[in-house]
């Protein structure tokens, strides 16, 4: 009633204004009227015919229009393993970082050429803006560190023995659109992302089952020299509830020269003999069905194995542990690595752009080795890996088929396991009430 009110005023203001004074003046009158409208009112019966006017001219001061959101300014630290086949420009690309003058910078520069001699399978640790300028680098070549900063596009090259530390972090957070982006919004670097898919693998698809709202919380060591870090370490323990359901696990070495692995709480072997996926992360192009219009052959037929599209280069990993029973080229799949395990199984690995260093039959392979790369050799419209997974020669759907379980916990190991399991207990505890306290 009382908005009405006033446009009626404003109406007639500007009616009776309307040919000797400019459009600013009502605009002057009215609005601050309007700005006033929740302090004061006018009854309903008073007279506004003989109420004397006064125009008032008032230059308005605008702000000035906003451009664009410039960046916020925030840096990032950023942590790729190098694949194989990479340049200094790849890796520059997976970081983030804008590398068009970048590259050709470190290119230039000689001290700086222990980047273009990247190994495989070591880490590239690099701190970029939010909008992709590049402001460090760190690359640790086993006891070898080479430390680049950026200052307004000057060059400061360090390199020279490691010392290295080892401190322990913990870090929580909450899944929103993908693991590795609630990891980098929880401080973590892509490699402990890594280490926590590969280690939940067998229990959680991390292509199919991520949920918004699925939580984790992770133990992990960072490797610091002169008070930076350089490199994610081992994850020592980590939480992780997908869809109401929490797993965890442990890392435990018993000394005895098996080596080390991950176990629950109460001593089960978090692994199974087989993980679900051969890659670490990629998109499900193909599943396993009994009918199948082939792309390249034009015709239906079966096709019993499962597709992972991924860029050609990305590692494939043996899915449990064996002998390398074919490593070579046949027929449709390309170049192809076929692995026994135990007796009556056996993985197919189809489509590789190359074989990872030694692959060749006879050869013993661990459980998440690397054995090739993922490329489009044989009958394929592009990169992507095929794995099957047979029993007795008989295809299995390895999405679907019950994996049997991997070696428990030795007896004569429980105390130093117990020893081991229950600060990591203890300190998964304390992240789970900080999040939930953060989250009241």
Do not use: C
């Not at 401190?167 to 909450?174: A, K, P, Q, T, Y």
Request: charged share 20%; no cysteine; glycine share 8%.
């Amino acid at each position: 009633m009382l908005s009405a009110r006033f446009a009626i005023l404003a109406q007639n203001l500007s009616h009776r204004l309307r040919g000797s004074t400019p459009r600013r003046v009502v605009l002057a009158l009215v609005l601050p009227f309007v700005g006033m409208m929740a302090a004061f009112g006018i009854a309903p019966d008073t007279v506004t015919d003989n109420v004397q006017r006064i125009p008032v001219v008032e230059q308005l001061v605008l702000p000035p229009l906003t451009a664009a959101a410039a960046p916020s300014g925030e840096t990032y630290w950023r942590e790729v393993r190098i694949e194989r086949g990479d340049s200094i420009a790849s890796v520059l690309q997976r970081l983030q970082v804008d590398e068009s003058s970048t590259a050709l910078l470190l290119q230039h520069t000689r001290e700086a050429r222990a980047l273009y001699r990247l190994i495989p399978g070591r880490t590239v640790r690099a701190q970029v803006t939010d909008a992709g300028q590049l402001l460090a680098l760190r690359y640790l070549n086993g006891t070898q560190l080479l430390k680049v900063d950026l200052d307004r596009a000057v060059l400061q090259v360090w390199e020279g023995p490691a010392d290295v530390e080892t401190r322990v972090h913990m870090r929580s957070g909450e899944i929103v659109s993908s693991l590795f982006a609630a990891t980098d919004a929880a401080g973590m670097s892509d490699a402990v992302a890594v280490q926590i898919a590969d280690i939940f693998s067998t229990d959680i698809d991390f292509h199919r089952d991520l949920r918004r709202g699925d939580r984790f919380s992770a133990v992990y060591e960072v490797q610091y020299h002169q008070g930076e870090p350089i490199r994610a370490g081992r994850l020592l323990s980590a939480e992780f509830t997908n869809q109401g359901k929490t797993f965890h696990a442990v890392w435990f070495d018993s000394g005895d020269g098996q080596g080390g692995g991950y176990y629950t709480l109460d001593g089960k072997n978090i692994r199974k003999a087989f993980l679900r996926s051969p890659l670490e992360f990629s998109r499900i192009s193909s599943g396993f069905t009994q009918s199948r219009f082939h792309p390249v052959l034009k015709t239906w037929r079966a096709h019993r194995g499962v597709d992972y599209a991924a860029p050609t280069g990305t590692r494939v990993k043996s899915t449990g542990s064996g002998i390398v029973e074919f490593a070579g080229r046949q027929g449709g799949y390309g170049n192809l690595v076929v692995i026994r395990h135990q007796s009556k199984f056996t993985t197919w690995y189809g489509h590789l752009s190359g074989f990872a260093p030694g692959m060749r039959k006879g050869k013993r392979v661990a459980q998440g080795e690397v054995i090739g790369y993922v490329g489009a050799t044989g009958v394929a419209t592009g990169p992507h890996l095929h794995y099957e997974f047979r029993i007795n020669n008989v295809h299995q759907d390895p999405l679907r088929v019950a994996m049997p379980p991997a070696p428990p916990l030795a007896p004569q190991h429980r105390a130093a396991f117990e020893e081991v399991a229950q600060p990591m207990a203890d300190r998964l505890a304390l992240l789970r009430q900080i999040r939930t306290s953060a989250a009241n």
